[in-house]
DNA sequence: ACAAAAGTGTTGGAGATACACCCATGA
DNA sequence: TCATGGGTGTATCTCCAACACTTTTGT
C-alpha cells in the first residue's frame, strides 16, 4: 500500500516583491550553507522552506516573510503549484540537495507565494533558512537555483494582471502619496508609459483611494495632494 | 534534522465538469471502501489521488481523469493548493483515513486542477480509487468528504471567470455545434440568461470559433449554422 | 397553419484613449 | 527666473446593454 506512492517533501517559496520609490525589487536569499565541512559556493534562490509539522500553507508562507522581514500582515497571496519531479533535478541543484535534505532524490512540489513589502520598512535578515539576504532589481535577476526563475516570471504575470485591473498594488506605497507616486509604481510592475491624465481619472474613481486635506511638502516642486489607501 | 518538517501526503484531486447539453455536472465517486473485513458506508468525492513516485502534478491530474474516462488530452487547470491542517480533520473523514492511509494522522495537502468534458465521449468507470462513479447536477451536489464542496465552489468560480472572458468553454461542446448551443452552456455555467443577440455578436468576433457551411439536419424547426471551435 | 428555434440592427451610455498647456514651489 | 513635477478637459472611439420582429423548417 505504501510504495507507490511518492515520499514528497512539500515546501513553500514566495517571491517578496518590494518598492523603493524607484524600482521594483525582488528579495533573494543566498541559500544557507551546508553544515560543517561541507563546502558549496553559495547559490542565489527565492526565499522558501519545507512545509512544517501542522503548518498550513499560508502559515508557512507568512512564516518565511517574518523571519526575513520581522513583518506580518503583509499582502501574500499563493498563486500556483509546481510539482514537475525534473524541477528539482538538474545537476546544478545536486549538490546542495545532497548537502542539506534528509532524502536529496526526493520529489519536491512548491506552492508559490507572492507578496509585496514597502522596501523602506525593512531590513531583511539572514534566518534559518537564508545565509544572507539582499534585494535586486526586477531587471537583474541572475540564475537562481531550482526553477526560481520560472516562479518569478509567473508571479510577475499574476502581480501584473491585478495590477490592470487596479485590485493590489498599494501597498507598497508609504502612508501617504500622491497621485505621481503611484503612477510610478504601476508604470514600473506593468514596465510601460501610462498617460497621466487618464491614470488619475482612474484612480480617482476608485473608493479605497481616499484624498487627504494635505500636500506634499519639502518638495522643490509645487507639492502633490496627498492621498491614503483604506483596503475596502 | 528531520523532525520539524512534516511527513506530507500530496494528493491531486479534479474536479471534473461535464455537460449533456442541458445541466452542467460534476463527476463525483464513491471512495473506494476499505479492504477485508472494515466497514464503511461509502463517501461521496472528488476523484483524487495521492501523487505517485516521480509522478509530475499535472501527470496526476492526467492519470486520475484517464482511470476514470479513458479520455486523454482533456481540458484541464490547476487552479488553487489546499493545505490547512485542519481540512482533513474532521470526524467524518477520520475512519476512511484510518482504513486507507498509512499515515491516517499526516497532512495532507491537495492540489486541485478542473476539467471540462462532454458527457456523451463519457462512459466513467471504477477505478483503483473508486468503487462507483456517478454524474451529479451543479445545483445538487450533496455533502462530500472533506473539504471537497469548497474545491468545487472555487472551481466553479474560476471556471465563471475564464467563461466570462470567453477563454475557455468550448470544450465542452460536440466538434459542430450551433450559437445556441453556446449559449446554452454559458448560462448554464453562468447561472443566467443572456440577451441572444449581444452573445451572438461577442462570439463571432472570436476567431477561435469558425462558421462552416453546414446547417443542423433533423431538427423540427429553422435549421442553425453549425461553428467549429479552433482552439488558437 | 402552427410550433419551434434561427437570425438580425439600432440606440444610448460608459469607459478607454489621445493629446498640450498653465501652476506652485524651492533653489 | 528657472527647473521640476503638479494639475487639468475635451473629442473620439470602442464596448456593452437594452430591446422585437421576421424567417425557415418539420409536422
Redesign the interface.
Known amino acids: ?10 515546501s513553500v517559496d514566495n517571491v517578496i516583491f518590494g518598492w523603493d520609490g524607484e524600482h521594483l525589487n525582488i528579495l533573494l536569499i543566498e541559500q544557507k550553507r551546508a553544515p560543517k565541512n561541507v563546502h558549496l559556493s553559495p547559490r542565489l534562490a527565492i526565499p522558501g522552506d ?9 502559515d508557512a508562507a507568512n512564516r518565511i516573510l517574518k523571519e526575513l522581514t520581522k513583518l506580518e500582515g503583509i499582502y501574500l497571496r ?1 498563486f ?7 524541477r528539482v533535478k538538474e545537476e546544478k541543484d545536486q549538490d546542495w540537495l545532497k548537502a542539506f535534505r ?1 532524502d536529496p532524490d526526493a ?1 519536491v ?1 512548491t ?1 508559490a507565494y507572492f507578496s509585496l513589502v514597502r522596501m523602506d520598512l525593512v531590513n531583511p535578515e539572514a534566518s534559518s533558512f537564508a545565509s544572507n539576504t539582499l534585494w535586486v532589481e526586477m531587471h537583474n535577476i541572475p540564475d537562481l537555483a531550482f526553477d526560481h526563475n520560472r516562479i518569478i516570471d509567473k508571479a510577475l504575470r499574476r502581480l501584473r494582471q491585478n495590477v490592470e485591473q487596479k485590485s493590489i498594488g498599494f501597498e507598497l506605497l508609504p502612508e501617504k502619496f500622491t497621485l505621481t507616486q503611484i503612477q510610478s509604481l504601476y508604470e514600473a510592475i506593468l514596465d510601460k508609459k501610462l498617460d497621466k491624465r487618464n491614470f488619475r481619472k482612474s484612480i480617482k474613481k476608485l473608493d479605497t483611494i481616499i484624498p487627504l486635506n494635505e500636500k506634499q511638502v519639502g518638495v522643490t516642486h509645487k507639492p502633490g495632494q496627498l492621498f491614503e489607501y483604506k483596503p475596502s
Open positions: 500500500m505504501e510504495s507507490r506512492y511518492a515520499k514528497i517533501n512539500v519545507l512545509v512544517l509539522v501542522e503548518e498550513g500553507l499560508d499563493q500556483e503549484a509546481f510539482g514537475d519531479p525534473s534528509e520529489h512540489i506552492v
